[in-house]
């Protein structure tokens, strides 16, 4: 779990200290988890903002709450707070929150993960997506695209070299990534494939 420096607890506990509300603690979660775009939210929090499921880490004063979804992602980072000569700066090193191979769970939730962290913001600039259909008895994972790549020319390039690269990346153990979609079928491609 996420280690909070001495210097970070001290400057957290200062600033509950002057605060007019009596805070539980402060909360943290992980925004955009497990894609590039991905960064971590600290925040005041109350007894009412809690969901119940969040993971406490009892520090000197205060409560650090980890929301329970954005957990894996801390594992093996630090809070810290560092005295500069403008006044501070808190940093979070946090080595698994931009991904890295796929969190614990099923293989099908593993794949899912990375096709919603991952491969679908990628597509979601050429108006594509691609879904889960089923995981194979013996580790294939079948897709189906839509929007701007369901028909695209451009969709075997984007399945073999993209897609099935980062998934095997991710998850080693799959043994197949399989289209099930008919691409004839497709209305409005992002690019028309050639007659």
């Not at 594509?128 to 189906?144: N, P, Q």
Request: charge should be negative.
């Amino acid at each position: 779990m996420i280690q909070i420096t001495p210097s970070a607890q001290s400057y957290f506990r200062r600033l509950l200290e002057q605060q007019d509300v009596a805070y539980a603690g402060i909360r943290l979660s992980a925004l955009r988890a497990g894609t590039p775009s991905a960064d971590a939210r600290l925040e005041f929090c109350e007894a009412t903002d809690l969901d119940g499921d969040e993971w406490a880490i009892e520090c000197e004063g205060f409560t650090l709450y980890v929301d329970a979804a954005s957990v894996p992602y801390f594992d093996d980072g630090e809070i810290d707070f560092q005295t500069t000569v403008g006044g501070g700066q808190v940093s979070i090193r946090a080595p698994r929150i931009k991904g890295g191979p796929a969190g614990e769970g099923s293989l099908a939730s593993r794949v899912q993960q990375v096709l919603d962290g991952e491969i679908n913001p990628q597509l979601a600039a050429h108006g594509g997506r691609v879904s889960l259909e089923e995981v194979t008895a013996e580790g294939g994972v079948v897709l189906r695209f839509g929007g701007g790549c369901h028909g695209c020319g451009m969709v075997d390039v984007t399945l073999r070299q993209g897609i099935e690269t980062t998934l095997r990346q991710r998850i080693p153990e799959i043994t197949a990534v399989i289209d099930a979609t008919d691409h004839a079928s497709g209305r409005n491609p992002y690019y028309q494939r050639q007659a």
